[in-house]
């Protein structure tokens, strides 16, 4: 087995999430240490030419990428904790998110929710911190709502990890959608996994474009894109959003933040005419909720 491994600038790392998560089984992940420490995307491969060319795609697709790579050889044995050592349970309050392998030994406290999640998959495993910033935002509205009543929708899946831990906190009417299929193909068998009934939620394959014309508004949206994208598409999110609810932006970086805040500011204002702003970030990332009351 072999392990690929290059630095990467933070700029690429939600680029490369969005990508990894699209594929099935994916031989790539990303790893990062904490704040002040470099990003660094990583593969796992066979044999050295199966490394060599899938870097070589990778590249086509994201130019920015450095022309080389580390790499080792790796034991079988080696290569299994390795992988595993790059993913760890995490939680916040009640909400745990745990690797599928740890089944009979994580102790999830009585009454908590949890995810379980296939570390095959590499990616919308909760791992990020703009996936992160986006289920405390809605757990922190859950504080004050009612689940049984509140309607979520994730906008942009990817792996369905945030739709199906709204499910799992109580939420009875969950939605999500995806332009792309094979992200909504995985989000359903991430849903057979935890056996988690498809009478709480749908995915679509639908952009941001369409997606909330078959999900309608909710009560809280989930939207863990690209700056560029979240603003591409702002009249499409603000709109989404009904009285009393809220709009979560993620996938921003901490730079961005204040541009990011400040357009989709004036955009709810103009269409709700009352909003409430807040930011928070967690390492290089941020997010933005606008509340309309």
Not at 18 to 37: A, I, N
Not at 100 to 112: F, H, I
Not at 134 to 154: N, P, W
Request: with cysteine.
């Amino acid at each position: 087995m072999i392990e690929l491994r290059a630095p990467i600038h933070e700029d690429l790392v939600q680029p490369l999430e969005d990508f990894f998560c699209e594929l099935t089984r994916s031989s790539w992940m990303l790893f990062h240490e904490g704040p002040g420490k470099p990003h660094f995307v990583m593969g796992y491969f066979d044999t050295q030419e199966q490394a060599d060319e899938s870097w070589v795609f990778l590249r086509k697709k994201f130019k920015h990428l450095p022309e080389k790579f580390d790499s080792i050889q790796l034991e079988d044995k080696d290569w299994k904790e390795a992988y595993k050592e790059h993913l760890k349970p995490w939680n916040y309050e009640n909400l745990h998110w745990v690797p599928s392998w740890m089944r009979q030994s994580y102790q999830v406290p009585a009454g908590d929710a949890v995810i379980w999640f296939d570390a095959g998959l590499a990616f919308g495993t909760g791992d990020h911190p703009t996936t992160r910033l986006c289920i405390i935002r809605l757990i922190d509205f859950l504080k004050t709502h009612s689940a049984a009543t509140t309607q979520v929708v994730d906008a942009g899946c990817g792996s369905g990890i945030l739709g199906l831990s709204a499910v799992q906190l109580g939420c009875q009417n969950v939605a999500g959608f995806d332009r792309d299929p094979e992200s909504v193909r995985v989000s359903e068998n991430n849903r057979i996994e935890n056996n988690i009934s498809n009478k709480n939620i749908c995915f679509h394959h639908a952009g941001l474009e369409e997606g909330f014309k078959l999900t309608g508004t909710a009560d809280v949206v989930l939207a863990n894109i690209i700056s560029d994208v979240l603003c591409i598409y702002a009249d499409e999110l603000v709109q989404s959003i009904k009285p009393g609810g809220v709009l979560v932006l993620s996938g921003i970086l901490n730079k961005e933040q204040e541009t990011v805040r400040d357009f989709f500011a004036a955009k709810c204002k103009e269409s709700w005419g009352k909003v409430e702003v807040d930011g928070r970030t967690m390492g290089e990332w941020s997010d933005v909720a606008l509340f309309r009351i």
